[in-house]
């Protein structure tokens, strides 16, 4: 199994981004205030947990993504005093060399799949100690958990596919500070009349020494559209399409919380020969259009971001109040 460094640095974005909010804490139990520049950091998260959703429509993506799994590139690279304010950015940088899927334990080698279309029939990946315990110059990092991979139909040839995340936990431990952040749930994928329909559900926690705890519910309901012409089909990579997503996050520090809406605003145009490039580490995304819009549901006089793409380019996030 082959990791995408780019895809996972996407990977458990919004469990640190929960962290944005995670300065504040107090007893109250009033919704979660959140500031534009706030808005903005989790903008940027939620942008980069969708490019993570898209590179798990098939199974051989989530095979080759971990599933959306955080990564070494999540782990902060700054003081627990930056938490406050801070912008996502800070974060973007890749923390070690070493490829996890070098300790995962495969159920199965190779997996068995019945019907020969690539979605295992029932595959586990598992990650414990003390094979999946790494060290860089200044930090350590331990990697325990699961991944589950299976086929909602065995026995035909489809692309259909369930995988789940059990218990999946990065714990990290250096001179800039210790914590963990954490994945549990599920994701399914199934085919419409139009495409494929992509639902998950996430549970975060995201723990800094120093910081107030934080955690999120991830609830995305995905649709993927082939470009005219073009067909999706088992075992191969996706072709262009419009990829439309929708949902909600809501972020929850102590007894207070705040609820994001996610909407499509013009559908992302997805490339394929973009998401090569993504793979290569020649594309930012593998989208070259579209536009999103992230917005707080519980506080007047809410404020908004468009998250918008362009040319295979990282997001824009631009905030609207």
């Excluded at 995304?285 to 579209?290: E, W």
Aim: aromatic letters at 6%; a negative charge; hydrophobic letters at 35%.
């Amino acid at each position: 199994m082959t990791l995408s460094r780019r895809v996972l640095a996407r990977a458990g974005a919004l469990a640190f981004g929960a962290l944005t909010l995670a300065a504040c804490s107090d007893s109250s139990t009033q919704p979660l205030p959140v500031t534009p520049d706030q808005l903005q950091s989790i903008g940027e998260s939620a942008a980069m947990e969708l490019e993570s959703a898209i590179a798990s429509i098939t199974a051989q993506d989530v095979m080759n993504t971990n599933g959306g799994a955080p990564s070494f590139s999540r782990v902060p690279h700054s003081t627990p005093a930056m938490i406050s304010g801070l912008s996502l950015n800070r974060y973007a940088v890749s923390r070690s060399t070493t490829d996890i899927s070098q300790c995962g334990v495969p159920s199965q080698d190779p997996p068995v799949d019945t019907d020969g279309d690539l979605v295992p029939d029932n595959f586990k990946i598992t990650f414990a100690l003390p094979a999946c315990h790494f060290t860089d110059a200044t930090d350590s990092y331990d990697v325990t958990g699961a991944l589950r991979v299976s086929d909602p139909t065995p026995a035909d040839i489809g692309l259909g596919l369930s995988f789940a995340l059990d218990n999946f936990k990065l714990a990290f431990s250096g001179t800039n500070g210790s914590g963990y952040v954490s994945r549990n749930g599920s994701a399914t994928v199934s085919v419409t009349a139009s495409g494929l329909s992509q639902s998950a559900t996430w549970t975060d926690n995201a723990v800094l020494t120093g910081i107030a705890s934080a955690s999120d519910n991830i609830n995305w309901t995905n649709t993927f559209v082939a470009a005219q012409g073009q067909s999706i089909t088992a075992g191969h990579a996706l072709p262009d399409g419009a990829y439309s997503p929708s949902g909600s996050v809501t972020i929850h520090q102590g007894n207070r919380e705040a609820t994001f809406s996610v909407t499509t605003v013009d559908a992302l145009q997805y490339s394929a020969s973009c998401a090569t490039g993504v793979a290569e580490g020649t594309s930012l995304t593998p989208f070259t259009a579209g536009r999103i819009r992230v917005m707080v549901s519980n506080q007047q006089n809410s404020a908004y971001v468009d998250v918008t793409y362009a040319n295979c380019s990282s997001a824009t996030v631009t905030l609207v109040q």
